[in-house]
């Protein structure tokens, strides 16, 4: 405290944490569940935070929470360059090649505000969760995968509804990625939404 | 997995969860920082688990980083049955009672959805940080507080403006409760905001 070295290390962090404010304004496919208005990046965050800790119990593998609540406190600071990709949107290769590509660029201009000693360790956590490979970051995906689904089931529909949306597809683009890390959450959630994709026509 | 008892487990976890939602809708008193509308009491949540985090360093005494988070993603869900109370708004000691009561019964309530084996513990993490006694309480109301300061000073004044409040009143309601939890990040963050003080008359 109170060294020039201290005092520059503190402005880094200070204008990292006012750009990450503007992930507030990333806005989501997926509406609250009141449906009143979309779901924007950073309360999908805190949100997706909660869900990991409390269905910890849940997971394929053994966690270490703390790790999974690391990596999804950060995991769409990204898109606050590379904007965020809607999972039922159309994607072809290249699209997605290049969107890949951004993200990189935004982890290293964000990640890099900070001093290096603490913005390299948080580069490595969001970098491992992109990896999907550890069992931290396979259960944080099926988290952030199987959130959006419990939204669109209070709202009515949502993004299925925007998207066209049936159960296969439903199930390949989202329900494969929960099952990884969350299978009992996946098999529950599975028939609390077969209902809705029934009575519309779309199973 | 798959016993009746785990499946009411679930069942109970996903209600709670689905509740936790409406915490997006609690508006704050904060602009974001492009001042382009109010914060909700979610994505302030998410911010300050990374002010927390960046920011650790600059704790007064040594912190449980991990409890910190816990403690500052849960604080605010009593807001969905309490609302929100700005920092700067008039406060009369009976109206200061009946909202403490309030939150008191909606910590009963929202907690209460939990299986009791996983809502008990986040009540006693909720109790600790409104009792703000141990070192990891009085950094995370510290952060708690510090961020509404710098989105006032990204936007132009914010809640400054909206509340008529000049520097002595910042200094009483928000900076000796900063200063508690992180000396040198107020220190700074006071040098900043200063001169907004001063060529507003408001010194
Ligand atoms: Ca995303």
Known sequence: EGTGFDCSRLTARLLFLNEADKLKLITRASMLGDGSR???SAE???HIMLYAWVLAEHSAAPLDLD????????HDLVEIDAGDAP????????ALEALAAKEEAAADRLFGLLPA????PMRAIWDEFEAAETA???FAKSIDRVQPV???LLNGGGSWVDYDVNLPQLEARVGKKVNLGAPGVWRSVRDRIEPWFRETGRL
């Not at 790790?67 to 950060?74: C, K, Y």
């Not at 000693?117 to 390299?120: D, E, I, K, P």
């Open 150 to 152: 419990m939204l669109n």
């Open 67 to 74: 790790r999974v609540l690391q990596m999804l406190l950060l």
């Open 117 to 120: 000693g603490q913005g390299m």
């Open 87 to 94: 999972i039922h949107g159309v994607i072809d290769p290249a």
């Open 38 to 40: 979309h779901e924007n």
């Open 136 to 138: 931290d970051a396979v």
């Open 44 to 46: 999908h965050s805190w």
